[in-house]
T-cell receptor, first 112, second 113 residues
Framework: QQQVKQSPQSLIVQKGGISIINCAYE??????FPWYQQFPGKGPALLIA?????SEKKEGRFTISFNKSAKQFSLHIMDSQPGDSATYFC???????????FGQGTTLQVKP | EAQVTQNPRYLITVTGKKLTVTCSQN?????MSWYRQDPGLGLRQIYY???????DKGDVPEGYKVSRKEKRNFPLILESPSPNQTSLYFC????????????FGDGTRLSIL
């Protein structure tokens, strides 16, 4: 079963717009929630991450919103740029098991 | 430069012909892992290693083997590859088990005919 569900599968946004990607998880044992950015031909790279005791984290144009009670978290990309075009993965990590579970991925295209 | 290096980057082979994908990291990381990436499924963990001579199964270990004889190397072995193992494979490492983030290699695309 998919422990971390990510949507949408693909997203097209105009330059300057806001990109929003959503994830939901099932296991309350997860204690770290990273987002990875992947460009074609490259491995995933950590973009931003949050722990469940925080409701929001912002780094530049990237913001994670976290809703612990709903077991949902989302990535917001403000002022989206063509260079942001990539595949984005949410993930959930359990410090107890050492396992990192990924969402299905979202392919973002930012049109100039 | 800190990096995780995988070889080969691309491989086309036939069913049943044993193959090894190498992974090497130069960051003295204790924890290493292998993932496969398939469309619509994200990345799924195959095997991981918390330190030298310590390995354990991830979520999709069937058909794969690993070894960790040295800290820097963590090869992925397909003893008898089958077409359902056609995928994009990533090796990753982190300082130690329980630490994030994981640093990923650039991937190995395997095609099993």
């Amino acid at each position: 079963q998919q422990q971390v569900k990510q949507s949408p599968q693909s997203l097209i946004v105009q330059k300057g717009g806001i990109s929003i990607i959503n994830c939901a998880y099932e296991n309350t044992a997860f204690d770290y929630f990273p987002w990875y950015q992947q460009f074609p031909g490259k491995g995933p790279a950590l973009l931003i991450a949050i722990r469940p005791d925080v409701s929001e984290k912002k780094e530049g144009r990237f913001t994670i919103s976290f809703n612990k009670s709903a077991k949902q978290f989302s990535l917001h990309i403000m002022d989206s740029q063509p260079g942001d075009s990539a595949t984005y993965f949410c993930a959930a990590y359990s410090g107890n098991t050492g396992k990192l579970i990924f969402g299905q991925g979202t392919t973002l295209q930012v049109k100039p | 430069e800190a990096q995780v290096t995988q070889n080969p980057r691309y491989l086309i082979t036939v069913t049943g012909k044993k193959l090894t994908v190498t992974c090497s990291q130069n960051m003295n990381h204790e924890y290493m892992s292998w993932y496969r990436q398939d469309p619509g499924l994200g990345l799924r963990q195959i095997y991981y290693s918390m330190n030298v001579e310590v390995t354990d199964k991830g979520d999709v270990p069937e058909g794969y083997k690993v070894s960790r004889k040295e800290k820097r190397n963590f090869p992925l072995i397909l003893e008898s590859p089958s077409p359902n193992q056609t995928s994009l494979y990533f090796c990753a490492s982190s300082v130690r088990w329980g630490n994030q983030p994981q640093h990923f290699g650039d991937g190995t695309r395997l095609s099993i005919l």
